[in-house]
């Protein structure tokens, strides 16, 4: 499978960003599909991710409240509604598809098929 993401750009704090996944043709019932961010010199961390079939939603409590994960099914699409952004969230964010259960998808190691990233960056 192939994952692009995009909508990342400048965003003042405070501001709102919904970035984008596409994936290409396939089955992904089995699945949960992850967002992670990278910022310089730091580790990629989780940031949220959704099962594909029943729309189940995990975040990192430090996007809890803030972020929203979805997916349109039919567009084999995931998004990530981003809002209340602060400097630290500045990073590459990247999405990435798992077939593990729920207690492994925090760790990126689980992730079997990644995008190429998109760049999130919160600056006044």
């Known amino acids: 499978v192939q994952l692009q993401a995009s909508g990342g750009g400048l965003v003042q704090p405070g501001g709102s960003l919904k970035l984008s996944c596409a994936a290409s043709a396939g089955t992904f019932s089995a699945y949960y599909m992850g967002w992670f961010r990278q910022a310089p010199g730091k580790e990629r961390d989780f940031v949220a991710a959704?099962?594909?079939?029943?729309?189940?939603?995990i975040y990192a409590d430090s996007v809890k409240g803030r972020f929203t994960i979805s997916r349109v099914k039919d567009k084999n699409t995931m998004y990530l509604q981003m809002g209340n952004l602060k400097p630290e969230d500045t990073a590459i964010y990247y999405c990435a598809r798992t077939r593990v259960v729920l207690s492994g998808v925090r760790q990126p190691q689980n992730y079997d098929s990644w995008g190429q990233g998109t760049l999130v960056t919160v600056s006044s």
């Open positions: 959704i099962k594909w079939s029943g729309g189940t939603a």
